[in-house]
């Protein structure tokens, strides 16, 4: 069973930094490209930032730029996003997924609360 297991979320004010991991299990996501999604309340979720299988290709949504990285480490099958400098607007759910995204590989997320 493929299970991808986000963590490193909590509570934090803002300009803090916060970084996420993204743990999977039951294959390898070597060869996959992946991504970090959030959703906040009432919202639809929203596309955050995407790594290609080897890590040399990055895309950010315009409103992170500049503030989080993602990165991977093939070795550990596991994706990370560290967010510095961050803002009351960036709280939400965040997820990790394939890219495009696997309907079967959502988990639970990691929550995000960025205190003003």
């Known amino acids: 069973q493929v299970q991808l297991v986000e963590s490193g979320g909590g509570l934090v004010q803002a300009g803090g930094s916060l970084r996420l991991s993204c743990a999977a299990s039951?294959?390898?996501?070597?060869?996959?490209?992946m991504a970090w999604f959030r959703q906040a309340p009432g919202k639809e979720r929203e596309h955050v930032a995407s790594?290609?299988?080897?890590?040399?290709?990055?895309y950010y949504v315009d409103s992170v730029k500049g503030r989080f990285t993602i990165s991977r480490n093939n070795a550990k099958n596991t994706v990370y996003l560290q967010m510095n400098s961050l803002k009351p607007e960036d709280t939400a759910v965040y997820y990790c997924?394939?890219?495009?995204?696997?309907?079967?590989?959502w988990g639970q997320g990691t929550q995000v609360t960025v205190s003003s």
């Open positions: 997924n394939a890219d495009p995204p696997t309907r079967a590989y």
């Open positions: 790594i290609n299988w080897n890590g040399g290709t990055a």
């Open positions: 039951g294959r390898t996501f070597s060869s996959t490209a």
